[in-house]
T-cell receptor
Framework: EAQVTQNPRYLITVTGKKLTVTCSQN?????MSWYRQDPGLGLRQIYY???????DKGDVPEGYKVSRKEKRNFPLILESPSPNQTSLYFC?????????????FGPGTRLTVL | GIQVEQSPPDLILQEGANSTLRCNFS?????LQWFHQNPWGQLINLFY???GTKQNGRLSATTVATERYSLLYISSSQTTDSGVYFC????????FGAGTQVVVTP
């Protein structure tokens, strides 16, 4: 089954404790991205990657890191989480160029930073 | 950047009713998608519709790219249609609207 998977689905952590949210897709997609969703603000892009070893900032990259060492994986790293990073996070993937390809989203990761 | 506006922001429907959701965008876009976010938070692709009309069961969508809007029709609504409906436009990157919160009551 074609899908985007994320882990963990739920995470409660404390300020400053490094964490990684994994994302994996099995559709051989070149393009992957991370979004955060906050009430009243919709989804905002954090980082995106157009292929292996190619990443770039989205609209709200501060406090996040990403890496793309393999085509299928695109982990999101919070090196020192803060309470304002409490949010619902989505990973997405699509073929490239994204203008002519449908975006597929993972199930989401609900993160709470205390 | 591009502005994406969805209306109405909230919609309460009785089961069996029909409704129309609208998505306006401020500039030319390469494509447009509609998503449904269910009460558990999962985003589900409904339509990939840069132009024209598509139908999938009780749902259909129409995009008029030249006039910069798209419409999502829900017919014979069911309680499982509850959730938030997002449109997202691509203009080099994906830009989401703020969503329409739909509640379908029995």
């Amino acid at each position: 089954e074609a899908q985007v998977t994320q882990n963990p689905r739920y995470l409660i952590t404390v300020t400053g404790k490094k964490l990684t949210v994994t994302c994996s897709q099995n559709m051989n997609h070149e393009y992957m991205s991370w979004y955060r969703q906050d009430p009243g603000l919709g989804l905002r892009q954090i980082y995106y990657s157009m292929n292996v070893e190619v990443t770039d900032k989205g609209d709200v990259p501060e406090g996040y890191k990403v890496s793309r060492k393999e085509k299928r994986n695109f982990p999101l790293i919070l090196e020192s989480p803060s309470p304002n990073q409490t949010s619902l996070y989505f990973c997405a993937s699509s073929g490239f160029p994204i203008s002519y390809n449908e975006q597929f989203f993972g199930p989401g990761t609900r993160l709470t930073v205390l | 950047g591009i502005q994406v506006e969805q209306s109405p922001p909230d919609l309460i429907l009785q089961e069996g009713a029909n409704s129309t959701l609208r998505c306006n965008f401020s500039d030319s876009v390469n494509n447009l998608q509609w998503f449904h976010q269910n009460p558990w938070g999962q985003l589900i692709n409904l339509f990939y519709i840069p132009s024209g009309t598509k139908q999938n069961g009780r749902l259909s969508a129409t995009t008029v790219a030249t006039e910069r809007y798209s419409l999502l029709y829900i017919s014979s609504s069911q309680t499982t249609d509850s959730g938030v409906y997002f449109c997202a436009v691509d203009w080099g990157k994906l830009q989401f609207g703020a969503g329409t919160q739909v509640v379908v009551t029995p």
